[in-house]
């Protein structure tokens, strides 16, 4: 049974910084963060080859946002710098072992493939 539990959402100014925690309990290859703003579709944000510790990164997250796995605690961190209001949306952990892999996953096809996981999304919201 998969289980994909996120916390650390808030409200932040910006400039300002979260960590998002995604606890899972899965076997599959791939965890990644995904966002989806209101009116907007849902995108991938950062991904982790879980074990491996390759890192993905949409081009919107570069340079500010950090993913990164805690294997000890089966957790998936997003840390997140330099926050910008175009950052506010609900934030989904997912989780996946997509045949065309994790960085495709995450950068172009993840959000819609029907066969990820979900957490229930934490909300991140940055005012200017």
């Known amino acids: 049974q998969v289980q994909l539990v996120e916390s650390g959402g808030g409200s932040v100014q910006a400039g300002g910084s979260l960590r998002l925690s995604c606890e899972f309990k899965?076997?599959?290859?791939?965890i990644g963060w995904f966002r989806q703003a209101p009116g907007k579709e849902r995108e991938g944000v950062a991904g982790i080859y879980l074990g491996l510790g390759f890192t993905y990164y949409a081009d919107s997250a570069k340079g500010r946002f950090t993913i990164s796995e805690d294997s000890g605690k089966n957790t998936v961190y997003l840390q997140m710098n330099s926050l910008k209001p175009e950052d506010t949306a609900m934030y989904y952990c997912?989780?996946?072992?997509?045949?065309?892999?994790?960085?495709?996953?995450?950068?172009?096809?993840?959000?819609?493939?029907?066969?990820?996981?979900w957490g229930q999304g934490t909300q991140v919201t940055v005012s200017s």
């Open positions: 899965t076997h599959s290859n791939c």
């Open positions: 997912a989780a996946n072992s997509p045949h065309y892999g994790c960085m495709d996953w995450v950068r172009t096809k993840g959000a819609a493939d029907e066969l990820n996981f």
